[in-house]
């Protein structure tokens, strides 16, 4: 009778019912960082990459990563999303690829994990082109970097 | 003309031509982390989180991402997967959650990219699974921790 | 010209056309079970199944099947879910998992097929987990209980 | 502790590892029957259901849907499908559409999850086809009529 | 610095923003033409294609695909698609397989890509039900030929 | 009883039974080009699109859209895919993106249908980036240019 309990207790996983909930504006500002080494950095600065254009590729790669959220994360609802935008930047100093993304929806439910979702894509695919150069990469601190709309507060992440 | 050329040059991405290579066994090992605060650790660790059981979840929204790698990262192929698991601990010290992944392949490429890709999935949903709690979640230091089989020397990360 | 007209009168598939519908709240509870031998009902009870958590992981897979609807039913519309959940007990008697699902949308067509196909998903996902102790597993019974809102009469299945 | 354990132990889902198998002809043989009521069973019949050929469109769905099943169910490998076919016939008696699927791959793991998938996805479009004239439509008896090749012995459904 | 630049300007790639647009009805209607051999042309309109029924597996294949538009074109907004047909004629004078799609939305970005991008896998559809008959198929004129709703003008193709 | 017959004999589709034959190495290489207006022709050749860099978009969509050919085409098989380029030209002459693509497999069946697909997703992602511009594009002869590999003879096709 353990087993059970413990089926319907502790093996759960609820969508959110956000059935009575009232659309209105929602964005999402994500960030992560690529890692690389110096060698690396300056391959990826003057598109030296034989795989291809690290930053363009990483760039779709995570639009359309985020356009796939509610397929990959099993408790996302499929929200219409009205803008998914991702930037690429170079940090010289950190020898690190900066990728902000930013996502609005009109929706019933936040944007957050569409734009957690596209940064960590296109931060994968940033290891991807470049694994042959460099298996030493390293993807960090992708986190909210601001949130607006919604019931909940709106969030900016202290600094 | 000069914008052709820029067209051709710059703007080009190839999938590398594996068709020459021999099948082998090649595995890899991933690692990533997410950290949270002290609250949400506790509640992760007591299976108190409202949305659901964060860590099983994570771990089959993990296994079935890395499944999805080909699709999301646009250079990789669509290789057999032998073998893609994924196990997640809690660091009581660090208060994050610890992601481990290996996956196995018989094939002409390796697997790195399933591995890394099962790895930044999970994490995300540990993510979603706690976001009502803390927005502050951050993922870090997904990396490559070793790699076997294939052309290239097998890989183990320095520490 | 019979193949012709054969053509267009018996190879037809239409989407039905609901843009001129008004959306509102609309609701579909689906069932299903799978009949498994004693042997393997106390194994799943006992959550000793070698591949894993029978349950848990059938119930994630159902809520992410059900997300597919759309793309996996030809002439089903791609609506926003608001809601999709997936019960799954074990009844003794019929030494059977009986799953029962749960989804709501504001649609402007009900959202019946995201019942039943999350059902089916999550029954074949049971099959899957446990087709090693015992390949003779029958899913039967997969029907809609009950459906609420839209233009067409509410709908509770009779006994 | 407790709680750390119990999510070792309790939450895990292992994809079997199939690196060491070697790869050989393997077949999979699945039934299923949708029940409809006497009018519904006419107009499919007689190609009379608004909507479109009911059994071509579920045909295509089914063999559609059994591609995807290592993108539904959680633990199944990517596997290739050498052959994977599906018939629907109408059972005049019971006032049923009779779905068999049959699949086939040289591969290192069994093709009975998609033989499996290909005919519940063939069922539920089945169903969303005719659910405008009968909402008391039943899925039942999916099962796995016989299978061969694999390590373990063939296997065939007895009456 | 000029190939930092390069990457911030010209590697470009952005989905543009709908959230401050109304939603109202929108329509699009394609077109697009498969050229065959008479012999061909005479198999197709004769049902007599070994592969299968060509017309009505293109027409799903049409649908599902057109369903699939955002998540096959980079920029694309996942909108929900009210109605989505194809129909596929032969032309007898010109041996070739006349296809047209017509999609209709109430959304705030309009519909041409999916009924363009239902055509065009409708057309590989055709190609791929007859490869095995004749290599030389040709698929063109793939074309908007007219859409209404949205803030630009409504749009009918000059012939 | 006539509809019967109808069901089984005109509603067919068949996925080729490609079990006996041998993996070989197998090329397609497919073409398909892009008409557009004068200015819309020097837009892109100035990468003036508002919406991003035209070329390198299509290009990395048209990869991602061969590897999901199988999914797509109902009865292509999941093969894998060895090497997937595509290489987009601006033709000055007659104001069209002529787009070329390359495909490799060793594999039991031919890669026909991703180089195809490709070129056509690619040509869709040109239509959508610059459909702002100029609605009256239009995307022709899509066509095999050869393929080798094979028990059926290498193909060329004739000028």
Redesign the interface.
Known sequence: MK??T???N??????????GKTPN?RTAKAF?EVFVSGELFEKI???KI????V???A???G???G??T????????????????IN???NEKNKSVEIVSYA?????TGI??EA??AV??A???V???C?AVD??????????LS?TGGKSRD?T??K
């Open positions: 087993n059970l413990h089926v319907d502790d093996g759960k996983a609820n969508m959110v019912d956000v059935s504006m992560g600065k003057n598109n034989e795989k291809g254009d930053l363009t590729t760039k779709i790669a639009i359309q990563g356009k796939k509610s397929e990959l994360i099993p408790l996302c609802h499929n929200i219409f999303i009205s803008k998914l935008d690429l930047t170079l609005k929806t009109n929706s019933v957050e994990m957690l979702t960590a894509i931060a994968l695919t290891y991807d082109m694994k298996k030493s990469i390293r993807i960090s601190n992708i986190k909210l949130k969030y992440l202290e």
